[in-house]
């Protein structure tokens, strides 16, 4: 079975500033996904981003980027330039690869609740 | 992306009744998925609803406490049977979409049983 361990239960940062949130991981499997979701307050689950294991390169997505490092079973999510809509719980979630059909299902980690502070 | 929508948005319930929440997609999904999020925790996959079979449901979870129903390819229901104050949650639903299945997620529906 997977795991995933979010360390920080809560962080704080200035707006504009950049801000990084860990994740580790534990599996066997060498084909998967890994992805960081946000929840605002209104609950609304969103992706923010996406990372595949078989991918060296690190994946970006304007503000938001990934340090992935497989040996380590890393995945920290950093934002730039926070701003104040940043506010929320985020989620490290892992899925095992496309391969195995019918195992799509996410594994959560416990999350870290990011307050942007103007 | 898709459009999920869910219903009811919430709901306050009296201990040892059921509620059934509805999940409604925009285009027509294999599989479909049904999580619970209880007070400051994160998401715990209840159960994987495929279309004309049973649903699969994961450790923890029975199919007398939370019956899943899916008769076509864009709608499922999920039931909480006989709840109690420990059912207290926020349920989701969610479909894979893309080349890489990613989860798109319901806006929830939240629990309150008294």
């Known amino acids: 079975a997977q795991t995933v361990t979010q360390s920080q239960p809560e962080m704080s940062v200035q707006e504009a500033e950049t801000v990084t949130l860990s994740c580790t991981y534990d599996?066997?499997?060498?084909?998967?996904?890994l992805f960081w979701y946000k929840q605002p307050p209104s609950r609304q689950m969103i992706l923010v981003i996406r990372?595949?294991?078989?991918?060296?390169q690190n994946a970006t997505e304007n503000r938001f980027s990934v340090n992935f490092q497989k040996a380590a079973k890393s995945f920290s999510l950093k934002i730039s330039d926070s701003q104040l809509g940043d506010t929320a719980m985020y989620f490290c979630?892992?899925?095992?690869?496309?391969?195995?059909?019918?195992?799509?299902?996410?594994?959560f980690g416990t999350g870290t609740r990011l307050t942007i502070i103007p | 992306s898709a459009v999920i929508s869910q219903k009811p948005s919430r709901d306050i319930c009296q201990r040892g009744t059921s509620l059934t929440i509805q999940c409604q997609v925009d285009?027509?999904?294999?599989?479909m998925f049904w999580y619970r999020q209880q007070p400051g925790q994160s998401l715990t996959l209840i159960a994987t609803?495929?279309?004309?079979?049973?649903?699969?449901?994961e450790s923890g979870f029975v199919i007398d406490k939370f019956p899943i129903s899916r008769p076509n390819l864009t709608f499922s229901t999920l039931t909480v049977s006989n709840m109690s104050p420990e059912d207290s949650s926020i349920y989701l639903c969610?479909?894979?979409?893309?080349?890489?299945?990613?989860?798109?997620f319901g806006p929830g529906t939240r629990l309150t049983v008294l």
């Open positions: 969610s479909v894979g979409r893309g080349p890489y299945n990613e989860q798109f």
């Open positions: 599996t066997s499997e060498n084909n998967y996904y």
């Open positions: 990372q595949e294991a078989y991918k060296q």
């Open positions: 979630a892992f899925m095992m690869g496309i391969s195995n059909f019918g195992n799509e299902k996410l594994t």
């Open positions: 285009s027509q999904v294999t599989m």
């Open positions: 609803a495929n279309q004309g079979s049973e649903a699969t449901y």
